[in-house]
């Protein structure tokens, strides 16, 4: 596995990979990643895979409690609610 940046600068090689997932931080920016296929006849990589790092803010929700109450409840689903639609509460 090979993730690259726009201007074709490596950011990670993996090899060997063995799972079905992976994670990567990137910091914001345009990138593309390839994926090789490895037997006993040889490899070859997949098509380019490209995307895009956008810059923003994470908001954690730590433990489903958003209201700080200690408690899940109608509120708590309330402002997740308005979380994701990106209102403020």
């Not at 201007?7 to 990643?33: F, N, R, W």
Request: glycine residues 6%; proline residues 2%; without cysteine.
């Amino acid at each position: 596995m090979r993730v690259f940046k726009s201007d074709d600068t490596q950011v990670q090689y993996i090899e060997p990979y063995y799972d079905t997932s992976y994670m990567i931080s990137l910091t914001a920016g345009d990138y593309y990643a390839n994926i090789a296929a490895v037997n006993d006849h040889g490899f070859t990589f997949s098509d380019n895979i490209q995307f895009t790092v956008s810059s923003g803010t994470v908001t954690p929700i730590a433990s489903a409690v958003l209201n700080g109450d200690g408690q899940l409840n109608s509120i708590d689903l309330s402002m997740l609610e308005m979380l994701l639609l990106n209102e403020q509460a």
